[in-house]
């Protein structure tokens, strides 16, 4: 039966790719639908990578871009995953597909609705259950993550992220000004507070990205990414032990990725 159910996942960041690393475990063919310049963090674990080089590896996932929907098929059955650009979703209709799940994580819904699939799930905040999806899934750390919810919402979005070694907005790093990024630091490099990770080139000249906080260096915006004011653009991991953990998927991934597959298996 699994692999009659196709599944369709909007979005491939780390988060996401939690999900769809499970799906494609449990035996589920996937199909990734992304956007055309994805601003994934941490790369190493984000099958949105394959948008940019064709391909990408996740614990012995591979991701395959394709450019139609209807080369999903032959990427599928080599047991890959194929990765499409359609931030619309505009091949849903044509693919027929089981579930939808939006793990695009953009605190808000845009454009997933019940009518895309026979089971839609909303992860995280901007959904609500019962009325634009299924079901949502609970993406805040603490105690309630990776709920169900078949009614009502998600806990909405505080604009901190969670605790990790005793560091919340510390540990994330948001762009001082508009331009181009230029890494000079790479994911899993120990960094200290106030080295230079990165630049950004301006019209004025060049911007210097310091590491907020001492630690490993967890996720990086890709070399030559265009950012604005404010965007985030990377994350630091005080956890100075954890190095194999920038090249693996989250607990907390993992944790949203089994109530998506309980939820799946449940309607199924």
């Known amino acids: 039966m699994r692999k009659d159910q196709l599944m369709i996942v909007r979005g491939g960041g780390?988060?996401?790719?939690?999900?769809?690393?499970?799906?494609?475990?449990?035996?589920?063919?996937?199909?990734?639908?992304?956007?055309?310049?994805?601003?994934?963090?941490?790369?190493q674990v984000a099958i949105s990578?394959?948008?940019?080089?064709?391909?990408?590896?996740?614990?012995?996932?591979?991701?395959?871009?394709?450019?139609?929907?209807?080369?999903?098929?032959?990427?599928?059955?080599?047991?890959?995953?194929?990765?499409?650009?359609?931030?619309?979703?505009?091949?849903?209709?044509?693919?027929?597909?089981?579930?939808?799940?939006?793990?695009?994580?953009?605190?808000?819904?845009?454009g997933t609705n019940r009518k895309m699939?026979?089971?839609t799930i909303g992860l995280g905040p901007g959904f609500t259950a019962g009325t634009d999806v299924d079901v949502v899934i609970e993406t805040k750390r603490g105690h309630n993550l990776g709920r169900v919810i078949r009614t009502g919402?998600?806990?909405?979005?505080?604009?901190?992220?969670?605790?990790?070694?005793?560091?919340?907005?510390?540990?994330?790093?948001?762009?001082?000004?508009?331009?181009?990024?230029?890494?000079?630091?790479?994911?899993?490099?120990?960094?200290e507070q106030?080295?230079?990770?990165?630049?950004?080139?301006?019209?004025?000249?060049?911007?210097?990205?310091?590491?907020?906080?001492?630690?490993?260096?967890?996720g990086l915006i890709r070399d030559g990414y265009p950012v604005t004011k404010g965007f985030k653009i990377a994350d630091i991991d005080p956890r100075r032990e954890e190095l194999a953990n920038c090249f693996t998927i989250s607990d907390k991934a993992r944790c949203i990725a089994g109530s998506v597959l309980e939820t799946i298996v449940s309607y199924l």
């Open 117 to 119: 699939a026979e089971l």
């Open 49 to 110: 990578e394959a948008v940019y080089a064709g391909s990408a590896e996740v614990e012995g996932m591979w991701g395959v871009r394709i450019q139609r929907g209807e080369e999903a098929g032959p990427i599928i059955s080599e047991g890959n995953v194929p990765v499409l650009v359609d931030p619309q979703g505009s091949c849903i209709p044509k693919l027929h597909p089981f579930a939808v799940v939006d793990a695009i994580l953009a605190k808000k819904n845009l």
């Open 14 to 43: 780390d988060l996401a790719t939690g999900t769809i690393h499970r799906l494609w475990r449990a035996g589920f063919p996937v199909l990734v639908l992304e956007a055309e310049h994805p601003a994934a963090i941490r790369r």
């Open 194 to 218: 106030g080295e230079t990770i990165a630049v950004i080139e301006t019209a004025q000249g060049e911007t210097a990205v310091p590491a907020s906080i001492s630690g490993i260096l967890r």
């Open 153 to 191: 919402q998600a806990a909405p979005n505080t604009g901190i992220p969670g605790n990790i070694g005793g560091y919340a907005a510390e540990r994330v790093i948001h762009a001082q000004a508009e331009g181009i990024l230029k890494n000079i630091c790479r994911i899993g490099d120990l960094v």
